[in-house]
C-alpha cells in the first residue's frame, strides 16, 4: 500500500485509456451489458489490457465501471456479480503476465446510477453496501488498488470511498467529474466544489485523489491545479479525448493523440501524479502521453 504511494513521491505514473471505447472497436453493441464481456469474450478483455500495456501504461483498469449490483441488475445480471468482478481482475492479470512487464491492476467501481436521497430513492446505506459488494469482489480477485470514478454526487463519492477503506486494505483512488466555466469556476454538474470533494473524500480514506472525464483537456489542467491547490495526496488525471462531438447520431471524440498527449507536461506541472485518459482515448493516446514523460525525464 505505502509502496505505491511512497513511488509516486519521485515517480509520474501512466494509466490507461478508455475501456467502452475500445470495447465498441471489438463490436460491443448499443444496449449490452459491457462488463458481462468479461466472462463472455474474456479474450477480447485481454487484448485491450495487453494494448494499453504495450502502450505504456503503469496501471491498468479493470472492464467493471458498471460492475455494482444496481447496473448489473438493469441486465438481469446482479447473480453474476462477483463472477464477473472476479473475472475481470484476472482478464486484466493475465494480460500483466504476458507481458511481463509489473503493470498494477485498479480494480474500478462506478457510480450506481441512481440518485441518492432526498433527490433520488436511494440511501446512503444501500449505496455504501452495493459499493461493500463490489469491493469484495475485486479485492477478492486479487486488485492491486482501487479507483472509484466518474463520480458527480458527493454522498455517493463518500459512500464509495469508505466502502472501499473498510472493506479492503488496497489504496483508494477516487475521482470525480468536473465542468470548467469560462470564468474557471470548477464543480461537478450536481455542484461539488474542489474544496469540499479534498475534504470529505480525505476523511472518507481516499489515498489518492484525481478526476476523469469533464469537459476538456485544458479544462482538466484547471481542475488539477484546484485540486492540488487544496492538498499534498498524489493526484491522478485522466481527461476525454477533447469534447464529445455526435455524427450520424453516435457520440465520438476527435482529440488526437498528440493534442491529447501535449497537455502531459501542463497536468504534470499543476501537480498530477499519474497521467491517463478517459473518453475517446485508445492505446494511441497512452503511447503518446508515455512519450511526453519520457521526453520530460531525459531533458
Ligand atoms: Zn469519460
Same mark, same amino acid.
Given at each position: 500500500m505505502q509502496d505505491i504511494i511512497n513511488r509516486l513521491k519521485k515517480e509520474i505514473f501512466v494509466?490507461?485509456?478508455?475501456?467502452?471505447?475500445?470495447?465498441?472497436?471489438?463490436?460491443?453493441?448499443?444496449?449490452?451489458?459491457?462488463?458481462?464481456?468479461?466472462?463472455?469474450?474474456?479474450?477480447?478483455?485481454?487484448?485491450?489490457?495487453?494494448?494499453?500495456?504495450e502502450a505504456g501504461a503503469d496501471i491498468i483498469i479493470t472492464n467493471t465501471?458498471? !460492475?455494482?449490483?444496481?447496473?448489473?441488475?438493469?441486465?438481469? *445480471?446482479?447473480?453474476?456479480?462477483?463472477? /464477473?468482478?472476479? %473475472?475481470?481482475v484476472a482478464n486484466a492479470?493475465?494480460?500483466?503476465?504476458?507481458?511481463?512487464?509489473?503493470?498494477?491492476?485498479?480494480?474500478?467501481?462506478?457510480?450506481?446510477?441512481?440518485?441518492?436521497?432526498p433527490l433520488g430513492f436511494l440511501s446512503v446505506k444501500e449505496a455504501y453496501e452495493a459499493f461493500k459488494e463490489q469491493v469484495l469482489a475485486l479485492a477478492e480477485g486479487g486488485a492491486d488498488l482501487l479507483i472509484i470514478e466518474t463520480m458527480i454526487a458527493l454522498e455517493e463519492t463518500v459512500a464509495a470511498v469508505r466502502a472501499a477503506k473498510e472493506n479492503s486494505k488496497l489504496p483508494v483512488i477516487a475521482c470525480m467529474t468536473f465542468d470548467v466555466t469560462p470564468n474557471k469556476d470548477?464543480?461537478?454538474?450536481? !455542484?461539488?466544489?474542489?474544496?469540499?470533494?479534498?475534504?470529505? *473524500?480525505?476523511?472518507?480514506?481516499?489515498? /489518492?485523489?484525481? %478526476?476523469?472525464?469533464?469537459?476538456?483537456?485544458?479544462?482538466?489542467?484547471?481542475?488539477?491545479r484546484a485540486i492540488r491547490a487544496n492538498t499534498d495526496k498524489p493526484l491522478i488525471a485522466e481527461a476525454n479525448a477533447g469534447m464529445p462531438k455526435l455524427k450520424d447520431g453516435i457520440i465520438y471524440y476527435d482529440g488526437t493523440p498528440e493534442v491529447v498527449a501535449s497537455f502531459t507536461g501542463a497536468l504534470i506541472e499543476t501537480?498530477?501524479?499519474?497521467?491517463?485518459g478517459c473518453c475517446g482515448t485508445t492505446p494511441a493516446h497512452i503511447k503518446e502521453i508515455k512519450n511526453q514523460i519520457e521526453r520530460r525525464k531525459n531533458k
Open positions: 494509466c490507461d485509456g478508455a475501456m467502452g471505447t475500445m470495447l465498441q472497436k471489438h463490436g460491443l453493441s448499443a444496449g449490452e451489458c459491457p462488463e458481462y464481456w468479461n466472462l463472455t469474450k474474456a479474450e477480447k478483455l485481454v487484448l485491450v489490457h495487453r494494448e494499453y500495456i465501471f458498471g !460492475g455494482n449490483r444496481l447496473k448489473l441488475q438493469k441486465y438481469n *445480471l446482479e447473480g453474476k456479480l462477483k463472477e /464477473i468482478n472476479i %473475472s475481470s492479470k493475465l494480460a500483466v503476465e504476458q507481458s511481463g512487464r509489473p503493470v498494477m491492476v485498479a480494480g474500478d467501481i462506478g457510480p450506481t446510477g441512481s440518485l441518492l436521497e470548477v464543480r461537478t454538474v450536481m !455542484g461539488v466544489d474542489v474544496p469540499t470533494m479534498v475534504t470529505e *473524500l480525505t476523511k472518507a480514506g481516499a489515498d /489518492i485523489l484525481g %478526476s476523469n472525464c469533464g469537459n476538456g483537456i485544458e479544462q482538466m489542467v484547471e481542475v488539477i501537480g498530477a501524479n499519474i497521467v491517463g
